[in-house]
């Protein structure tokens, strides 16, 4: 069965950086869209970026410029790097995969000095 597992969150003061990672099983993320969300506490879940097949990229407006998606074929495995992190990025980060609805079960990130 499909799996999406995140990992690499944690504690960052604000400025600093965090890479997410997103390994996937069965599902090969060279041929499929994946995105990361976000939630905040109390808060509806946020598309944050979305890498294509055609290794095209979409960011959300908060993220643009401080956020990269990318993937790793050879390891099947997407990531998400954060720069300049803010109080605000605090959240649980998951991945997704559209095609099939599939979803990790999320890593939690906290910016806080």
């Known amino acids: 069965q499909v799996q999406l597992v995140e990992s690499g969150g944690g504690l960052v003061q604000p400025g600093g950086t965090l890479s997410l990672s997103c390994i996937a099983s069965?599902?090969?993320?060279?041929?499929?869209?994946i995105n990361w969300y976000r939630q905040a506490p109390g808060e509806q879940r946020e598309l944050v970026a979305t890498?294509?097949?055609?290794?095209?990229?979409d960011y959300a407006a908060s993220v643009q410029g401080r956020f990269t998606i990318s993937r790793s074929n050879p390891k099947n495995t997407v990531y998400l790097e954060m720069r300049n992190l803010k109080p605000e990025d605090t959240a649980v980060y998951y991945c997704?995969?559209?095609?099939?609805?599939?979803w990790g079960q999320g890593t939690q990130v906290t910016v806080s000095s």
């Open positions: 069965v599902l090969r993320v060279s041929i499929n869209t």
């Open positions: 997704n995969a559209p095609r099939g609805n599939w």
């Open positions: 890498i294509n097949r055609d290794m095209s990229t």
